[in-house]
Nanobody, 120 residues
Framework: VQLQASGGGLVRPGGSLRLSCVVS????????LGWYRQAPGKQRDLVAT???????KYPDSVKGRFTISRDRAKNTVYLQMNSLKPEDTAVYYCNAASRNSGGGVRYEYWGQGTQVTVSS
């Protein structure tokens, strides 16, 4: 399985970006796709997830500003980011996971990361 992320870049505060992640290969029982981010010196944090039933989840830090979606025909998951803030600066990673009914991860795959920088 390969995840190829793209769409990062430099944007001014208040601006928007859309990240894309193409998922290829045999994904088995993957049932959750998501985006995570990691700023320098910090841990990798959840940004958004979407299940095969299109249930989405966001932390409070991005709720109302970011939207995750997916295109089944293109095997692609997107992250639309609006009203960007300097604190959104990080490397963004896409993730494909097989989770059990309790939310535990059986196995997962990661993309290579794409840099998002929010600065004036």
């Amino acid at each position: 399985v390969q995840l190829q992320a793209s769409g990062g870049g430099l944007v001014r505060p208040g601006g928007s970006l859309r990240l894309s992640c193409v998922v290829s290969g045999s994904i088995g029982t993957v049932n959750v796709l998501g985006w995570y981010r990691q700023a320098p010196g910090k841990q990798r944090d959840l940004v958004a997830t979407i299940t095969i039933g299109d249930v989405t989840k966001y932390p409070d830090s991005v709720k109302g500003r970011f939207t995750i979606s997916r295109d089944r025909a293109k095997n692609t998951v997107y992250l639309q980011m609006n009203s960007l803030k300097p604190e959104d600066t990080a490397v963004y990673y896409c993730n494909a996971a097989s989770r059990n009914s309790g939310g535990g991860v059986r196995y997962e795959y990661w993309g290579q990361g794409t840099q998002v920088t929010v600065s004036s």
